[in-house]
């Protein structure tokens, strides 16, 4: 029977557990390196969402800006006159970056209602004292869903009942004008 020396015994098992050490190291620094480029990927594109909709946001507010400014009585201002056209500029635009936002299927779903809504300016009736404040309505709404989407709050359920009401309250404003 052959024997080990005590020396030798210790040193291969010295050897072995260096090995099983760096093996492990080396497993922990993959594993950490992957959860670290998982987690970066979350955060670029939690970035680029949040960008998304900013710009979304932005164009919204241009557009209820130029609703605001092209629905009162009277004539619409001479660099405005084109002002269906230039409201669903700013419409596709937004809706266009709404697309754009990773990970939130469930507000682009919700947007649709308030944006197709705004779209169809046409049924609140032929001039554009009635389609503005329909228009306005819409877009006041999607403000609301996008602006508590992006704090992260719960996302107001905006109902066309909700869209009538402040229908309604652009025409008391705009009588009062």
């Not at 949040?50 to 130029?66: D, I, N, P, T």
């Not at 970056?97 to 919700?110: G, H, T, V």
């Amino acid at each position: 029977m052959i024997t080990m020396q005590a020396e030798i015994l210790a040193g291969l098992i010295g050897f072995g557990g260096a090995i099983v050490g760096a093996g492990g190291a080396l497993l922990g620094g993959w594993l950490q390196r992957r959860h670290q480029a998982a987690t970066a990927r979350e955060e670029r594109q939690d970035a680029r969402g949040y960008v998304a909709g900013e710009k979304a946001l932005g164009e919204l507010y241009q557009l209820r800006q130029h609703l605001i400014i092209c629905g009162t009585a009277g004539e619409v201002p001479e660099d405005r006159q084109l002002w269906r056209f230039i409201a669903i500029w700013h419409l596709d635009d937004a809706e266009l970056a709404i697309m754009l936002m990773p990970n939130a299927s469930q507000i682009r779903e919700q947007l649709t209602k308030p944006l197709y809504c705004a779209r169809r300016y046409e049924v609140a009736g032929q001039h554009r004292y009635q389609q503005t404040p329909w228009m306005k309505a819409c877009v006041t709404s999607a403000i609301d869903m996008l602006s508590s989407h992006l704090r992260g709050s719960r996302v107001p359920d905006i109902g066309l009942e909700r869209i009538r009401a402040r229908v309604r309250e652009n025409y008391r404003e705009w009588g009062s004008a």
